[in-house]
């Protein structure tokens, strides 16, 4: 069955599904457009209800054109759209539309600028770098993940207040309930394995290589856009490093020894993006610096092109020193003359 022939009646046998129950739903195909990833859902709502789910229908499609059975996968999505929206998150709605009481639930993302272009014109971010912060009112934290509600141009219309209040309110409560998690490598695989695991991993006496996330490790990297960050990682580095965007849940800090070459860096950022990590994960294939001394963050190229710059001046600055001296020198060893003649 071809894809649009397979959606509309796959549409149509879901709500009867469904409605074998004797509750009644509303199922209908929408596009649906989130950080990192588009794709066209089959969105499920009890009828009159105002939240529903969404479901890939790409997804969907691609498990039975792999072969599985169409009334089990019928099956399947209504029992994983009735669980979805039992399990879903109980907020009120009118306490969404209080500025005041929501904005205590404000958390960060960070995000790749160029991957989310077209989303970013409909929601209030602050750029940096190549990167963009886009803000989320958390609705529920549990074992189970994370419910939020990302934050639009027109929310912010309707609350009547501006981008800029709304970044300083996050930086304001976003530390506070998701504060930054910086642990060694090490750690945080002993975090991962166990403590059974402490005798198979070595513990490095000084550890190069640390994990930037927050406590739920759910979208972490916004750790980066959080005030005092950088200097918070730089005292627990110990001084400049270089970071590393694992994904949009966790950023690598490697400290600056002053022995990594940043293409290096850079092509293995690529290539674990292009093996390890889901394209709705992905964050970015830069590298970035941080220098502890001037408290610059920047992308890597950058700094490289900072340092360069300035060893050309100091290079160029003790010539000019040196021509002066040269000048003033030879200037001092030769006669007065007046009039033609020697004094």
Known sequence: MEYEKFKE????????????????????????????????????????????????????????????????????????????????????????????????????????????????????????????????????????????????????????????????????????????????????????????AKDMIPVLPDDPLFVATVPDKIQGASVLAYENFMEQAAERVGGDFYILPSSIHEILLVRDDGTFDINRLEDMVKEVNETQVAPEDLLTDSVYHYDSKEKVFELAEKYEERMSTRKRESTLDKLQEKSHEHIAKDIGSRPIARGGEAL
Do not use: C, W
Not at 132 to 159: E, H, K, P
């Open 9 to 196: 009646q796959f549409v149509e046998d879901l709500k009867e599904r469904l409605e074998a129950g004797g509750e009644k739903f509303s199922v209908d195909l929408n596009a649906v457009q989130k950080m990192n990833q588009n794709y066209e859902a089959v969105t499920v709502k009890p009828e009159d209800a105002i939240i529903g789910v969404n479901l890939n229908m790409n997804e969907i499609y691609e498990r039975y054109d792999r072969g599985m059975s169409y009334d089990t996968l019928v099956s399947e999505v209504a029992e994983k759209a009735d669980r979805a929206l039992h399990d879903r998150p109980d907020f009120n709605l009118e306490a969404l539309q209080d500025y005041d009481h929501m904005k205590e639930t404000l958390s960060m993302e960070v995000v790749s600028a160029a991957r989310n272009a077209e989303l970013l014109e409909k929601v209030p971010h602050k750029e940096i770098e190549d990167m963009a912060v886009v803000y989320r009112f958390v609705v529920d934290s549990g074992d189970d993940g994370r419910g939020s509600i990302l934050i639009t141009n027109q929310m912010l219309d309707n609350y009547g207040i501006t981008a800029e209040q709304l970044h300083a309110d996050a930086l304001q409560y976003a530390p506070v309930m998701r504060p930054a998690v910086i642990q060694t490598m090490a750690e945080t695989l002993l975090e991962m394995m166990g403590s059974e």
